[in-house]
């Protein structure tokens, strides 16, 4: 079983930065790749990136790569998404997920941090 708890969130301008975290409770983080997802209001909910059991491999939604940069510390049991250059348009609650691939599909994941809202002012 994994718990996760997404923090970080917040109220920025265009163009700044914010550091979300997901932090796993659970004996078995290290074998589980993470995904992040994001929802906007009235919008389905959409990937955004996603990181492998060990942290070699990443992968980002088009939308976000390039400004996006998802790491794990497997030793902390915590996931993070550092966001550069935000614009208003990634508004939205972002989760995490864990799940046992690499993958970014919603169906992919086993279990979901509750969200953290990070809303981008113009």
């Known amino acids: 079983q994994v718990q996760l708890v997404e923090s970080g969130g917040g109220l920025v301008q265009a163009g700044g930065s914010l550091r979300l975290s997901c932090a796993a409770s659970?004996?078995?983080?290290?074998?589980?790749?993470m995904g992040w997802f994001r929802q906007a209001p009235g919008k389905e909910r959409q990937f955004v990136a996603t990181?492998?059991?060990?942290?070699?491999?990443?992968y980002y939604a088009a939308s976000v790569k390039d400004r996006f940069t998802v790491s794990r510390d497997n030793a902390k049991n915590t996931v993070y998404l550092q966001m550069n250059s935000l614009k208003p348009e990634d508004t939205a609650v972002y989760y995490c997920?864990?799940?046992?691939?690499?993958?970014?599909?919603?169906?992919?994941?086993?279990?979901w941090g509750q969200g953290t809202q990070v809303t981008v002012s113009s």
């Open positions: 990181i492998n059991s060990s942290g070699r491999y990443t």
């Open positions: 997920a864990a799940g046992s691939l690499f993958i970014t599909t919603i169906s992919g994941y086993n279990y």
């Open positions: 659970g004996r078995t983080f290290g074998s589980n790749a």
